[in-house]
């Protein structure tokens, strides 16, 4: 996957990270523009039942779809692209292409890490040249060395990447997350603060 690529999936998924900490507290039925900027447009709106928000990011860059979609199914190093995610171990394999996972979720002092039991399915249209990847929360016994870790089970996510045109792929990453716990639900985002590719 080149520099490009990657640099823009670390950087949405830092967005998504970042999220856990933000509370809008205006409501919100329908999607609304958040931020614009860096080549990534974020947009965010109610989650019904919860006090955290849900977001959509979309971004177009240069890359080779079937290097993504290498990348996106190599679910146990997604530790090594997705930010706040320390370690990935599948507990049961469903089929070549579903899974459901443990996540663990590294947080900054004086947060807790998390872990989440996550399903993960995905599927690649190589006619269509489009994949999509889908996760949620999934019921299943966390093992003994992870178990003193607080739980996420209030989760869910997406990526849809499309080609666009030779060479050009269009990302859309969409979640939402609850983190729970000790984190105080009133810190407020003033507007996602996405960081420049240079900082990976």
Same mark, same amino acid.
């Given at each position: 996957?080149?520099? &490009?690529?990657?640099?823009?999936?670390?950087?949405?998924?830092?967005?998504?990270?970042?999220?856990?900490?933000?509370?809008?507290?205006?409501? @919100?039925?329908?999607? @609304?523009?958040?931020?614009?900027?860096? *080549? $990534?447009?974020?947009?965010?709106?109610?989650? !019904?039942?919860?006090? #955290?928000?849900?977001?959509?990011?979309?971004?177009? #860059?240069?890359? *080779?779809?079937?290097?993504?979609?290498?990348?996106?199914?190599?679910? +146990?190093?997604? =530790?090594?692209?997705? *930010?706040?995610?320390?370690?990935?171990?599948?507990?049961?394999? #469903?089929?070549? &292409?579903?899974?459901?996972?443990?996540?663990?979720?590294?947080? %900054?002092? %004086?947060?807790? &890490?998390? #872990?989440?039991?996550?399903?993960?399915?995905?599927?690649?249209?190589?006619?269509?040249?489009?994949?999509?990847?889908?996760? /949620?929360?999934?019921?299943?016994?966390?093992?003994?060395? !992870?178990?003193?870790?607080? %739980?996420?089970? +209030?989760?869910?996510?997406?990526?849809?990447?499309? !080609?666009?045109?030779?060479?050009?792929? +269009?990302? $859309? =990453?969409?979640? =939402?997350?609850? %983190?729970?716990? &000790?984190?105080?639900?009133?810190?407020?985002?003033?507007?996602? /603060?996405?960081?420049?590719?240079?900082?990976?």
């Amino acid at each position: 996957m080149s520099d &490009n690529g990657l640099c823009m999936i670390k950087l949405m998924s830092s967005v998504f990270c970042f999220f856990w900490f933000s509370v809008i507290l205006s409501s @919100q039925k329908d999607w @609304q523009v958040v931020s614009s900027q860096e *080549d $990534i447009t974020l947009w965010t709106k109610d989650f !019904k039942g919860s006090t #955290v928000k849900q977001f959509k990011l979309k971004t177009s #860059v240069k890359d *080779d779809i079937n290097i993504v979609y290498s990348v996106l199914k190599d679910v +146990e190093n997604m =530790h090594l692209w997705y *930010d706040r995610v320390t370690s990935v171990n599948l507990l049961h394999k #469903v089929s070549d &292409n579903e899974g459901i996972y443990l996540l663990e979720y590294g947080l %900054p002092f %004086p947060f807790e &890490n998390r #872990v989440a039991t996550i399903s993960g399915k995905i599927n690649y249209d190589t006619l269509n040249k489009k994949i999509e990847v889908l996760t /949620n929360y999934s019921p299943f016994k966390i093992p003994k060395q !992870k178990s003193g870790l607080l %739980p996420i089970t +209030e989760i869910q996510s997406s990526w849809q990447v499309s !080609k666009k045109s030779e060479g050009v792929i +269009e990302i $859309i =990453h969409s979640g =939402h997350m609850n %983190p729970g716990g &000790n984190i105080p639900l009133w810190l407020v985002n003033d507007g996602v /603060n996405i960081r420049a590719c240079k900082n990976y």
